[in-house]
């Protein structure tokens, strides 16, 4: 009896393994560039908490929409801002009702060096510096936040001979952070963790500046029936998450 009490609890045991083997699945997603470190962190305690893998790539709103409407094969959508993913629903893309305000982004004027942007932002007035780096604002909404920020501040059209483009937010930040630009604007949540700065100097953009960046999630098609898909979309509205996007420096919607 004793053996085959042993037998029972080892097959149990062994079939509970394969069984949750068997539910645990992948999601692909498609995340706006500026989220790259959030996204990071959130795929680690995701798939500890749930056992699903998430399988990130990182881009330019703009260019994912472009890779999504031709079929790309993504399962979520994690844009830079609300106006994607709400075309893409209105194209029939996405499913209806899926959509959410996963994070508030915010723009910050940036530096490698210490103490080279004070904290009001007037070394752009200045112009003490040969390039300022931006993102493509035809591809990324922290790019459109810049430009709206700098023609707020009557500085534009002075300034847009030191543009240097990223495709991406990504990119902006690489162009700063390697020198190739002294300052740019870039996400928060690339220079920051924790309630500091990880380097440099920066200033933080008033939120009067520039159309809020509300960034939205969305159910893609392809992903109608993936469990890890939809499991990942509500782990975003949990308290785990949460913490971990506020850690970052994102807002969230009230």
């Given at each position: 009896m004793k053996r085959l009490g042993s037998a029972l609890?080892?097959?149990?045991?062994?079939?509970?393994?394969?069984?949750?083997?068997?539910?645990?699945?992948?999601?692909?997603?498609?995340?706006?560039?500026?989220?790259?470190?959030?996204?990071?962190?959130?795929?680690?305690?995701?798939?500890?908490?749930?056992?699903?893998?998430?399988?990130?790539s990182f881009g330019a709103?703009?260019?994912?929409?472009?890779?999504?409407?031709?079929?790309?094969?993504?399962?979520?959508?994690?844009?830079?801002?609300?106006?994607?993913?709400?075309?893409?629903e209105a194209e029939g893309a996405t499913i209806p009702g899926s959509r959410f305000t996963y994070a508030i982004g915010t723009l910050v004027l940036w530096s490698a060096k210490e103490g080279f942007v004070d904290g009001k932002g007037d070394v752009l007035k200045t112009g003490a510096f040969t390039h300022l780096s931006i993102a493509d604002p035809e591809k990324a909404p922290y790019g459109t936040a810049a430009i709206e920020t700098l023609k707020k501040?009557?500085?534009?059209?002075?300034?847009?001979?030191?543009?240097?483009?990223?495709?991406?937010?990504?990119?902006?930040?690489?162009?700063?952070?390697?020198?190739n630009a002294q300052l740019g604007f870039v996400a928060l949540s690339q220079v920051y963790m924790n309630d500091k700065l990880t380097g440099g100097s920066a200033w933080v953009v008033p939120e009067n500046l520039h159309t809020p960046i509300t960034q939205d999630a969305a159910l893609l098609i392809k992903g109608k029936d993936n469990p890890a898909a939809r499991a990942l979309l509500q782990y975003l509205k949990g308290a785990t998450a949460t913490s971990i996007i506020k850690s970052y420096g994102y807002r969230l919607a009230q």
């Open positions: 609890i080892f097959s149990a045991t062994l079939f509970l393994g394969f069984s949750g083997t068997a539910q645990a699945a992948e999601v692909f997603v498609a995340v706006a560039a500026n989220f790259t470190a959030p996204m990071q962190a959130l795929a680690v305690a995701f798939e500890k908490e749930t056992g699903h893998k998430v399988i990130p709103t703009g260019q994912f929409y472009a890779q999504i409407k031709n079929g790309a094969p993504f399962d979520v959508f994690l844009a830079a801002d609300s106006e994607t993913p709400a075309k893409l501040l009557g500085l534009h059209d002075a300034l847009q001979s030191k543009f240097v483009k990223g495709n991406n937010i990504a990119q902006a930040h690489q162009f700063v952070s390697t020198g």
